[in-house]
């Protein structure tokens, strides 16, 4: 008997047909003799239907009060998702309760809209186990210090799913979800794209930090912290597969560095058109100016991503950096009526139609050569970079939007991501 963690995302509980369809899987598992713990997500588009409601009466505020309604709002979605499921369960003639997130608790701090989650009181979820229960837990969300109700940021009940998991010391987390694991990327994009069968921890990580929606970050990194043995995998295989096929299915996240992931330099690419980029022309190449320009901005809350000085000419350099594009009026705001007088530039610029992709790869590490690679991929579909960004594991460019599905088909077919990588 194992203890296991499922998570079902938004479309996988689309409608109540598809409900059905995780409550026999489920119960599929408890037959096999696990013990269960089932986390979903909102029925597919009920958090944007749910937010939309709240724009409407308040398009533009982010006040600390709008913020709270928000979450008091959005959570509602994942609350009717597990009363759901555990009905469906309960049909299924598998006993099962439902809880919100403040009713395990799950302890969050007070950042609205994007809540870390700081502890889970899982003795309640355990009793439940103990009694023979399925145990679903609405995703998505939390409880702060002072009882206000907290959400994970969008994408976030990967993230519920992955803590549970950690918390609970669970044999596994599996996130099921509609593409039948990670693949070299978005195969809405490229439809040659590969499914991998493994994905380094790292690899994961990057690709979720660069914009992958496959996994929320901070479920990547809860899993790196906490050891939890993760598999992204499809939930629109039929419920009745065998259990020991469907476990080895989709993609796992693997914790070991072997030779067989050395030898693929790029695992995966991964986009993001959230981002927008801003300049400040002509400012005084002098010491102190980047500070000068990017604490204002760090004071305002506001997230910096890639930064890109030029040299300078006659004493005066161009100082860009790109920012979360739903930052974007704030920071030019912030600019144009600040920071630019500030540092007598002689011209403030953004543009909000850029995006950034990455390729992404432990064997970079040991390989030379791959940046020019991507630049040449390209250079020859005449693609102008804009700004470019490395660590170890990955190369970013920042290129102008129109080029995004281009460039990601390219890079894609450059390092020969069709293929079966050798190992792999
Ligand atoms: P869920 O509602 O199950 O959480 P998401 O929509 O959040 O599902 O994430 C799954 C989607 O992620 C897929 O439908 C796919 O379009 C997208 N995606 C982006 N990058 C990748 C990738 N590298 N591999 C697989 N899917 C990806
Ligand atoms: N329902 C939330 C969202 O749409 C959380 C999730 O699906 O993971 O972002
Ligand atoms: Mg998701």
Request: proline share 3%; glycine share 8%.
């Amino acid at each position: 008997m194992a203890l296991i963690v499922h998570k079902y995302g938004g479309t996988s509980m689309g409608s109540t047909d598809r409900i059905r369809n995780v409550a026999k899987r489920v119960a599929k598992w408890v037959r096999a003799g696990h013990q269960m713990v089932v986390v979903p997500s909102a029925m597919s588009g009920e958090t944007n239907r749910l937010l939309g409601l709240a724009k409407e009466l308040s398009p533009a505020s982010t006040t600390p009060e709008v913020m709270r309604e928000l979450d008091m709002i959005a959570a509602t979605g994942e609350q009717v998702s597990v009363g759901l499921l555990a009905i469906a369960l309960q049909a299924e003639g598998v006993p099962s309760v439902s809880y919100t997130g403040w009713q395990v608790p799950v302890s969050t701090d007070s950042s609205y809209t994007k809540a870390r989650i700081e502890s889970i009181d899982d003795k309640r979820v355990r009793e439940d186990l103990a009694a023979g229960r399925v145990v679903v837990v609405a995703g998505f969300q939390g409880i702060d210090a002072d009882n206000n109700i907290t959400t994970l940021g969008r994408g976030g009940s990967d993230t519920s799913a992955v803590a549970i998991a950690a918390a609970m010391k669970a044999d596994e987390c599996l996130i099921y979800t509609d593409v039948d694991g990670v693949y070299t990327t978005d195969p809405r994009i490229v439809p040659e794209a590969r499914r991998l069968h493994t994905i380094s921890f790292e690899e994961m990580l990057e690709m979720a930090s660069l914009g992958s929606k496959i996994l929320q970050i901070r479920s990547v990194e809860f899993a790196g912290k906490y050891r939890v043995p993760l598999r992204v995998l499809s939930s629109f295989t039929p419920w009745d597969i065998d259990i020991n096929e469907e476990a080895k299915s989709g993609t796992l996240i693997s914790f070991e560095e072997d030779e067989k992931m050395e030898q693929a330099v790029v695992s995966g690419i991964a986009f993001n058109r959230d981002e927008a980029k801003v300049t400040l022309l002509g400012v005084p190449d002098k010491p102190g100016i980047a500070f000068q320009i990017l604490g204002p901005v760090a004071e305002a809350n506001i997230d910096i991503d890639v930064i890109i000085q030029n040299v300078s000419h006659d004493g005066k350099t161009d100082f860009s950096f790109t920012v979360h594009r739903n930052d974007y009026a704030r920071t030019m705001e912030l600019l144009q009526n600040t920071v630019g007088p500030a540092t007598n530039a002689a011209k403030v610029m953004g543009d909000p139609k850029i995006c950034k992709v990455s390729i992404v790869g432990i064997g970079m590490r040991s390989h030379v050569g791959v940046a020019s690679k991507m630049f040449r991929a390209l250079s020859e579909e005449g693609i102008n970079i804009q700004m470019i960004s490395t660590s170890e594991i990955k190369t970013s460019v920042v290129i102008d939007e129109k080029y995004m599905e281009l460039a990601v088909r390219a890079l894609h077919k450059a390092f020969d991501l069709d293929q079966e990588q050798a190992g792999a």
